[in-house]
């Protein structure tokens, strides 16, 4: 009798059915069984448990066992539609939808296409086609989204279809069904020391692509995975069972996963963390923070001003630890998503791991209470520089450091070595002039960190977080991190399509920015070098809090204007022109487009020239100059502040033979939304950064570019206007607006390993 029943009600039926779990789930959360028809005929229970969870009735077991055509018209093969919608139903969708749509290039393509008479010229001679309105507004569209090769059809050309399909969300349903089920269990058992880097791709994604619906399965008394308790296990068996082992830890994208999910979740601690557990997480980051030797923070070296790589860099001595690894490599891995095989790389550990060891909100005092006052080492770099040694401070000048020399504070006080202990003082006490908000910062630092001194160091204790992390609940914020992660694992692939776009960057870093750079104690940094892992994990490290004010300003070569294409001056005739006129035109145009190939190769290379960023990489890739800088700077006064902006910015046009800022916001605008990728290559268009700021240490000029391939911004930090010292800043805006990096001295040589800290900045 049941066979009698229409295909739709039974669908409509299995639906709620398998979700009857959601309302009658035991509040611990705990189960791990679940089962998804793998084919026509049966179900496969994952493990062979059968506890209750939410995904305990998926399929609906006893229906699909009730008859043969119930079991055809409900399981996952023959009624994608069903599980699409339960996945619909229990994940969030919004996130992927959008990114594997605007990770193509498929929507830019067609746009292209419309407002090209060329090419809609020639696709009127082939017989495919599916025709499009101009506007939203226009004609009705007839898309072809169900080809038998997942591609879309459009003018008769053929693109790869974005939109996702019942049939891949049912894969992403039972693979995530799995992955949490085999998570639980891990957490049952104590033992996350298999863990499989799929399942912590699966776990990232979810978080990123979290509005909502994700983070339940993750965390809360329904969840079937306890996240933040998997976190204190996977620390304890991976990374700290790596720390306390001989040698630096390695870095593996499943690592990479995990210190990204911790800092997701967790952030820079759970709030009912104890001491000892600080201590330990502490102990844990501090090879992926002060070890910029040997984890790396770029998606290409920051050596390379831009990018792709036409031809692989010549390899460098991997013998001297002295010696910088300065050579491209790709970081691609291949996984599903979806069901689709997606290229990208994992996030870099470093990133997640300064957030973690360092991040505070805005706002935020530094760690320590009044009861203990916390210490801060001297700055190795705090010294006047003289006219010729710079910034100093460079691993491979160890000698020059080695001299009994003393620092000059901004307070008056001297010190002796770098290795010396001082008491951390306010930043009013250092320096006039404090933005509002940072009145009363504490500059500390904690000396040491040291081992655990027992084996198991966090309590297995539930613990939950007692509100959601900020870069949780809005997926928007990861877009472009996701982007970045698809589009720059390899700079030496010149695929089209990967690698970014100046586009990208627009309003990133533009605003005012507050936050701390880090120093590690300089002889603690050479024994590093030098092979001694007790002094990374012992060194004394210190904090410096700092404003930033950055101003973003596009520049394209002078005179640019965008140019008629010689494909619309040909077909500027009308539409109704003759087969034979059609054919002629297409030899004709084959012809120019050959030619202008040619000539756009040659103009290339003899453009090569007149490229900016010829100077060295340490000066953020503008000509080093012997006249002194910042002679002309004046920060004492808004108006003073504002001209020296101004000044600094004519320096950096004028060191770009042959650029110009871009008029008007409206044309920046047209070039940034309206260009096709080789009209911005011939435009030249370049993101410049210009700012000022103050620290500790006195006020500065800022002053650099962002790469546009990976948005890597470089800018070298210049104290005005007695010029003590320089510095240059490499870094990235992640998610939540969160500017990370390192900053190296600009006396070392950029092939030698030069003295390294870090930085965060938060937008105000």
């Known amino acids: 009798m049941l066979d009698q029943i229409p295909s739709e009600i039974i669908s409509q039926i299995s639906f709620h059915l398998s979700l009857s779990s959601l309302s009658s789930i035991n509040p611990s959360g705990g189960g791990g069984g679940s089962s998804i028809s793998t084919n026509s005929s049966s179900s496969t229970s994952l493990n062979g448990i059968n506890k209750t969870t939410i995904f305990d009735n998926i399929p609906p077991t006893n229906l699909l066992l009730s008859c043969k055509s119930i079991n055809d018209s409900i399981s996952s093969l023959n009624n994608s539609r069903l599980y699409g919608k339960l996945f619909r139903t229990l994940f969030d969708i919004k996130a992927p939808e959008r990114r594997f749509g605007s990770g193509s290039s498929n929507s830019s393509n067609y746009s292209k296409l419309q407002n090209d008479k060329i090419r809609k010229k020639r696709m009127k001679k082939?017989?495919?086609?599916?025709?499009?309105?101009?506007?939203?507004?226009?004609?009705?569209?007839?898309?072809?989204?169900?080809?038998d090769d997942g591609m879309l059809v459009i003018d008769g050309l053929k693109l790869k279809d974005d939109k996702l399909k019942a049939q891949e969300l049912t894969k992403e349903l039972k693979k995530r069904i799995q992955c949490l089920c085999r998570l639980k269990d891990m957490i049952d058992s104590r033992d996350v020391?298999?863990?499989?880097?799929?399942?912590?791709?699966?776990?990232?994604?979810?978080?990123?692509?979290?509005?909502?619906?994700?983070?339940?399965?993750?965390?809360?008394?329904?969840?079937?995975v306890n996240l933040p308790l998997f976190l204190d296990l996977y620390h304890e068996q991976h990374f700290l069972a790596a720390a306390v082992e001989p040698g630096y830890p390695a870095e593996t994208p499943g690592r990479s996963l995990a210190m990204w999910i911790a800092w997701l979740v967790c952030g820079s601690g759970l709030p009912d963390e104890t001491p000892e557990q600080r201590e330990e997480r502490m102990f844990v980051l501090r090879p992926y923070v002060f070890a910029a030797q040997q984890y790396p923070l770029y998606f290409a070296p920051w050596t390379i001003p831009d990018l792709p790589l036409s031809k692989p860099l010549p390899p460098q001595n991997e013998s001297n630890p002295f010696i910088a690894d300065?050579?491209?490599?790709?970081?691609?891995?291949?996984?599903?998503?979806?069901?689709?095989?997606?290229?990208?790389?994992p996030p870099f550990l470093a990133h997640a791991a300064i957030l973690r060891f360092f991040y505070r909100k805005p706002g935020e005092d530094f760690d320590g209470d009044s009861e203990n006052e916390l210490d801060m080492i001297t700055p190795p770099f705090m010294s006047i520089q003289n006219a010729t040694g710079g910034a100093g401070g460079g691993a491979n000048q160890q000698n020059h450091h080695n001299q009994q020399h003393q620092h000059q504070y901004p307070n008056g006080g001297q010190h002796g070595q770098h290795g010396q202990i001082t008491n951390g003082v306010r930043v009013n006490e250092l320096v006039d002039g404090i933005m509002p908000g940072t009145e009363g910062m504490i500059l500390p630092s904690n000396p040491t960190s040291r081992a655990p001194t027992r084996p198991g160091s966090p309590s297995?204790?539930?613990?939950?977080?007692?509100?959601?992390?900020?870069?949780?609940?809005n997926s928007i914020i990861h877009d472009r991190d996701f982007k970045r992660l698809k589009s720059c694992f390899d700079p030496l692939n010149t695929t089209k399509g990967l690698g970014l776009k100046s586009s990208n960057w627009k309003g990133s870093f533009d605003g005012c920015w507050e936050g701390t750079f880090s120093f590690f104690d300089f002889d603690a940094f050479r024994e590093m070098l030098a092979g001694h892992a007790r002094a990374l994990y012992e060194g004394p490290y210190g904090e410096q809090a700092q404003v930033w004010r950055i101003k973003?300003?596009?520049?394209?070569?002078?005179?640019?204007?965008?140019?008629?294409?010689?494909?619309?001056?040909?077909?500027?005739?009308?539409?109704?022109?003759?087969?034979?006129?059609?054919?002629?035109e297409d030899d004709l145009l084959d012809n120019v487009m050959q030619g202008d190939a040619k000539r756009r190769r040659e103009k290339k290379e003899k453009e090569k020239e007149g490229l900016p960023l010829k100077g060295p990489m340490v000066n953020a890739g503008f000509p080093s100059t012997n006249v002194p800088p910042n002679t002309f700077s004046n920060l004492a006064s808004e108006l003073a502040e504002a001209e020296t902006l101004k000044e600094t910015l004519k320096q950096q046009i004028e060191a770009i033979k042959g650029y110009e800022i871009v008029p008007s916001q409206e044309e920046l605008n047209e070039m940034l939304n309206n260009l096709n990728e080789k009209e911005l290559e011939d435009s030249g268009l370049e993101l410049l950064l210009t700012g000022t700021g103050h620290s500790a240490w006195g006020k500065f000029v800022l002053k650099g570019r962002v790469r546009s391939w990976d948005g890597m911004a470089s800018l070298v930090k210049e104290y005005a206007p007695d010029s003590r010292g320089k510095w240059i800043y490499r870094g990235y805006v992640l998610a939540g607006d969160i500017f990370v990096g390192r900053w190296r001295d600009t006396y070392t040589p950029e092939n030698f390993v030069g003295y390294e800290g870090t930085f965060i900045l938060n937008r105000r």
Request: net charge negative.
């Open 126 to 147: 082939r017989r495919r086609k599916i025709v499009l309105s101009t506007s939203n507004n226009d004609n009705n569209e007839d898309l072809d989204d169900n080809d």
């Open 193 to 224: 020391s298999d863990i499989e880097d799929e399942d912590l791709w699966t776990i990232y994604f979810m978080l990123i692509e979290n509005d909502g619906k994700n983070i339940q399965h993750l965390i809360g008394p329904k969840a079937t």
């Open 326 to 345: 300065l050579t491209p490599k790709s970081r691609l891995v291949q996984i599903e998503h979806f069901g689709r095989q997606l290229s990208l790389c």
């Open 460 to 473: 297995l204790v539930s613990r939950e977080p007692r509100k959601q992390h900020f870069l949780l609940g």
């Open 552 to 584: 973003e300003t596009y520049v394209r070569k002078i005179g640019w204007v965008k140019k008629q294409s010689e494909d619309n001056k040909l077909f500027s005739s009308d539409d109704s022109d003759s087969d034979s006129e059609d054919e002629d």
